[in-house]
């Protein structure tokens, strides 16, 4: 194998994002929601329910109350460059984990570009939660022989860091 074949092994990719909205109750306001988020990312978004009852937040096991959408492919780099624009390009080092995955808020969905305010629907915001991952990951996700891999596929910290930057994304110290 040639150098330039090893280091495309080497380079991470992003496996799936994630969009998360917690509403925090349902009916119309997770409804208007969903219809947001529909529009975002063009898929439809998969409704989750209360694990436990919270008495002070009004919340009851089972009662529907945030929308989870997961992007993969096309569709999830297309998103993320939209959501970085929404976060001015920027990313702080503490969001992204020890395994190459990283999280940021988005605090308005109107800061994305290219959407429009609707009064009929008002304003939500997301959590975006990105998981980078390195070719031959599978091997430990896969149901027929599943095994370990090694530390030089995982995605380090600074893979992830270097991967932002190509993206276009500052990484701030905070």
Not at 119 to 138: A, F, S
């Amino acid at each position: 194998m040639d150098n330039a074949s090893v280091e495309l092994l080497k380079r991470p990719r992003i496996e799936k994002v994630v969009v998360n909205c917690a509403v925090g109750e349902g009916g119309a306001r997770l409804e208007r929601a969903q219809k947001i988020l529909e529009s975002l990312v063009n898929q439809k978004p998969e409704v989750r329910k209360a694990r436990k009852t919270i008495r002070g937040f009004g919340i009851h096991k089972g009662e529907p109350i945030a929308l989870r959408v997961t992007l993969r492919k096309e569709a999830a780099e297309e998103f993320l460059r939209k959501a970085f624009a929404a976060v001015n390009n920027k990313i702080k080092k503490s969001s992204i984990d020890s395994m190459g995955s990283f999280s940021f808020g988005i605090k308005e969905h109107l800061d994305i570009p290219g959407t429009r305010y609707n009064p009929e629907l008002g304003i939500i915001g997301m959590d975006v939660t990105v998981h980078l991952v390195k070719p031959g990951y599978r091997v430990s996700k896969r149901a027929y022989r599943r095994s370990k891999i090694g530390a030089g596929q995982r995605v380090s910290l600074d893979e992830a860091v270097d991967f932002l930057r190509q993206m276009g994304v500052e990484v701030v110290e905070e």
